[in-house]
C-alpha cells in the first residue's frame, strides 16, 4: 500500500502517513507539555502518600486547605503503586508451583487489580500492565513500583535507580512515569 492507500485506510493525512514510512521506527506521539494546576502541589501529595495512606478525599481537601483550585479527578489519575505478592504455593499436576499476584493500586481511590500469576517474567509485567490499564479505563501519569527486576534494573543506595529498558518501552509508549521506591524505604510503599 502507498501512502495515500494507507492514510485512506487509517482516517488520517497523506503527510502523516509519510512521515510515518519514512521513519527508522515508530514512536508515540509527543505529548505537549500542558501545565496542570496540581504541578505546583505534587510534592505535597507525594509528601502525603508516604508519610501515610490518604484517599484522595483527604488529599483532596489538604490540597484545598492550601490553595489548590484544580479538580479532584486530575489528582486521581496522579499516582498507581504496583508490586508482586507472594500467595504461597498450589498443585500442578505432580507438583508444587510457588502462586504470586500482580497487584496495581490507584493511590486516590484504592482501587486494586490483582491477577494470579505463576512467575514474575517481564512479558507476565507487562500484560498484567495493560489488564490493569485496561480495567480501570485508562492510564496513570506515574506508576510507583518496588525495585522488582522486571522493573528496575539496578538499585543504587546513591543516585537513581535505573528502569530496565523493557520496562521503559512500555512506560513511554503508555504515557506513564516510572517511579521506583527507594533502596531499604519501606515507608514509600502502599
Known amino acids: 500500500m502507498n501512502a495515500v492507500q494507507i492514510a485512506a485506510r487509517l482516517n488520517v493525512s497523506a503527510k502523516t502517513a509519510r512521515r510515518h514510512l519514512a521513519a527508522e521506527r515508530w514512536e508515540p506521539p509527543k505529548r505537549r507539555a500542558i501545565p ?3 504541578d505546583p502541589c505534587k510534592a505535597l501529595v507525594k509528601q502525603l502518600l508516604e508519610r501515610e495512606q490518604h484517599t484522595a478525599a ?3 481537601q489538604r490540597l484545598k486547605g492550601e490553595g489548590y483550585t484544580g479538580c479532584e479527578s486530575v489528582l486521581c489519575g496522579y499516582v498507581a503503586q504496583v508490586d508482586f505478592a507472594e500467595c504461597g ?4 499436576g505432580e507438583t508444587r508451583r510457588k502462586l504470586r499476584a500482580f497487584v496495581m493500586t490507584l493511590c486516590h ?9 505463576m512467575r514474575e517474567s517481564m512479558e507476565h ?3 498484567c500492565h495493560r489488564e490493569a490499564f485496561e480495567y480501570f479505563h485508562g492510564v496513570v501519569r506515574e506508576v510507583m513500583v518496588d525495585n522488582c527486576k522486571v522493573a528496575v ?7 537513581a535507580p535505573l528502569p530496565n529498558e523493557r520496562y521503559a518501552d512500555c512506560a513511554a509508549y503508555y ?3 516510572i517511579v521506583p521506591c527507594g ?7 502502599g
Request: charged letters at 25%; hydrophobic letters at 45%.
Open 36 to 38: 496542570l494546576k496540581l
Open 58 to 60: 483527604q488529599v483532596f
Open 89 to 92: 504455593t498450589i498443585s500442578v
Open 109 to 117: 481511590s484504592r482501587m486494586v487489580f490483582a491477577k494470579f500469576i
Open 125 to 127: 509485567f507487562l500484560q
Open 153 to 159: 534494573k539496578t538499585s543504587v543506595l546513591r543516585g
Open 175 to 177: 504515557g506513564f512515569k
Open 183 to 189: 533502596v531499604r524505604k519501606p515507608n514509600e510503599k
